[in-house]
């Protein structure tokens, strides 16, 4: 028996994609709180997921580190790979990893445009790798895709961002049909303006644009989302293909 499996013997494994910072900690925080031992994936830096990885511990948490670029299929083969090896086991996809590159399509460039449109293809290729985990295991599973209200929306000067979270809704829907009469659940997560590092990068009129359309005129906190998600991972058992909108009333949906 590995450390990890030691470590997280007795528990359900979920994997959290991009689990170092912002909305991806708070899915941590919120499973490990649920009893999960947590695998949290960075792509370059492994300081933040270090520390994330020690207070969940210093709480009585279990967890482990997993790096690997998602815009490369062989560095998920190897990732999922290893936490079959180290783990044995996934029980939870949380397909939270991403990144937003802005600009106006007359100035944006084709290599930004395909930086962007490689996220989906990752989380795509990850779920393909994790359905097969949960297949060959015999066991039920769910993936919990992190999309975005401006794949519903749209955003101007974000419409690779938005093209692609729209298609993570997509693939969520499309998928839970082609999962029928499997034990798996497939949800999506759709937050709207929520407090993280992403959303500081934005400029501050924008920002203050839409802000204005909250209806609760204020910007969302990463654990607000993530309590959704620890619902979707442990309960909600007639939940299948949704989108659960968390954007305090900025769409409806």
């Given at each position: 028996?590995t450390?990890i499996?030691?470590?997280c013997?007795?528990?359900?494994?979920a994997?959290?994609t991009?689990?170092?910072?912002?909305?991806?900690?708070a899915?941590?925080r919120a499973l490990?709180d649920?009893?999960?031992?947590?695998?949290?994936?960075?792509r370059?830096?492994a300081?933040?997921?270090?520390?994330?990885?020690a207070e969940?511990?210093?709480g009585?948490?279990?967890?482990f580190?997993?790096?690997a670029?998602?815009?490369s299929?062989e560095?998920?083969?190897?990732?999922?790979?290893?936490?079959k090896?180290?783990?044995?086991?996934?029980?939870?996809?949380?397909?939270?990893?991403?990144?937003?590159?802005?600009?106006?399509?007359?100035?944006?460039?084709?290599?930004d445009f395909?930086?962007?449109?490689?996220?989906?293809?990752?989380?795509?290729?990850?779920?393909?790798?994790?359905?097969r985990v949960f297949?060959f295991?015999?066991?039920?599973?769910?993936?919990?895709n992190?999309?975005s209200?401006v794949g519903?929306?749209?955003n101007?000067?974000?419409?690779?961002?938005?093209?692609?979270?729209?298609?993570?809704?997509?693939?969520?829907?499309?998928?839970?049909k082609e999962?029928?009469g499997?034990?798996?659940?497939?949800?999506?997560v759709?937050?709207?303006f929520i407090?993280t590092d992403?959303?500081?990068?934005?400029p501050e009129?924008?920002r203050?644009?839409i802000?204005?359309?909250?209806p609760?005129?204020?910007?969302g906190?990463?654990?607000?989302?993530a309590?959704?998600?620890g619902?979707?991972?442990t309960?909600a058992?007639y939940?299948?293909g949704?989108?659960?909108?968390?954007?305090g009333?900025?769409?409806g949906?």
């Amino acid at each position: 028996m590995t450390d990890i499996e030691k470590t997280c013997a007795d528990k359900p494994v979920a994997l959290v994609t991009g689990g170092a910072g912002g909305i991806g900690a708070a899915c941590c925080r919120a499973l490990c709180d649920k009893g999960f031992c947590v695998a949290i994936h960075f792509r370059k830096s492994a300081e933040p997921a270090q520390k994330l990885l020690a207070e969940l511990q210093a709480g009585g948490g279990a967890g482990f580190l997993l790096q690997a670029d998602l815009a490369s299929a062989e560095q998920i083969d190897a990732m999922v790979n290893e936490i079959k090896k180290q783990a044995g086991r996934v029980d939870v996809l949380v397909n939270n990893a991403g990144f937003t590159l802005n600009d106006m399509i007359l100035t944006m460039k084709l290599d930004d445009f395909d930086a962007q449109r490689s996220v989906g293809r990752g989380a795509w290729y990850l779920t393909k790798r994790v359905l097969r985990v949960f297949m060959f295991r015999r066991a039920s599973g769910r993936i919990i895709n992190i999309s975005s209200v401006v794949g519903h929306t749209g955003n101007a000067g974000q419409i690779p961002y938005t093209m692609e979270k729209a298609a993570t809704d997509a693939m969520t829907k499309s998928l839970a049909k082609e999962l029928a009469g499997k034990n798996i659940l497939i949800n999506s997560v759709a937050p709207g303006f929520i407090d993280t590092d992403m959303t500081e990068a934005l400029p501050e009129d924008i920002r203050g644009q839409i802000l204005s359309a909250v209806p609760l005129g204020r910007m969302g906190r990463p654990e607000e989302v993530a309590e959704v998600v620890g619902f979707l991972a442990t309960g909600a058992s007639y939940i299948q293909g949704s989108v659960v909108h968390v954007n305090g009333g900025m769409y409806g949906g």
